[in-house]
């Protein structure tokens, strides 16, 4: 019995184009300003230092923000990177640059979970701030009381059945009360690994009804 949901953002709940065209590119065009006006607040002291432990060497100012925007470029998800991106998108929501997207039929069925009980998670190589920004700020409102938790890297990589399993010990359920929702085959198979249900959200690609997951194309048509 499926006792909690888990769903990834991009490509799932939330069009990969408000990602990839709206928050990527805000993101690098405000990284180093960004970085430069806040260097000296702890968070931003803090991730600075955790930038220069990724790459094992001493960085200025000027060459920790090059090794950000370099990583950025190659879309990689390492983790001071994705906790940055969140700072940043944080000044862009408040001041109204843009609101988060999310597909109607995920709000639709996420609200119907929720009353029905189901406890609702987010699983995102995103931070948790960037999430809960999100979230917090879609054209439909603040959609943060839907859920009960947020993880991030933190637990570890998508593609790691580890990062499922850490999940379902910090929800408190077994994997085979878990459901996850995901785009990226990977993620799905880590998942599935460790005993995680999955469904596969195939939004702008055909069904396949030999596929590895359940596939389905809109929230609408996963059924709990």
């Known amino acids: ?43 931003v002291s ?33 983790t001071p990177l994705k906790s940055l991106q969140g700072l940043i998108w944080e000044d862009g929501y408040q001041q109204g640059a843009f609101t988060g997207h999310l597909y109607d039929d995920a709000l639709r069925n996420l609200q119907k979970w929720y009353t029905q009980g189901l406890a609702l998670y987010v699983y995102s190589s995103g931070s948790v701030h960037a999430q809960k920004l999100l979230f917090g700020h879609t054209s439909q409102g603040d959609l943060t009381p839907l859920f009960s938790g947020y993880f991030d890297t933190h637990v570890g990589a998508k593609q790691e059945p580890m ?22 085959k990977a993620e799905l198979d880590a998942a599935k690994a460790v005993g995680f249900n999955t469904v596969w959200l195939c939004r702008d690609t055909p069904l396949e009804a030999l596929a590895a997951h359940v596939q389905v194309s809109s929230f609408d048509d996963i059924h709990v």
């Open 163 to 184: 990062a499922y399993t850490n999940i379902a010990e910090s929800i408190g359920l077994e994997p085979s009360e878990l459901l996850f929702l995901s785009d990226i």
């Open 1 to 43: 019995m499926i006792k909690a949901i888990v769903t990834d953002i991009e490509g799932t709940t939330t069009s990969i184009s408000f990602v990839k065209e709206v928050l990527f590119p805000y993101a690098k065009a405000n990284l180093a300003d960004f970085v430069r006006s806040h260097a000296h607040e702890p968070a």
């Open 46 to 78: 803090a991730l600075l230092q955790d930038t220069q432990a990724e790459v094992g060497q001493p960085l200025d100012m000027e060459g920790a923000i090059c090794q950000l925007l370099a990583w950025m470029a190659s879309d990689q998800k390492i």
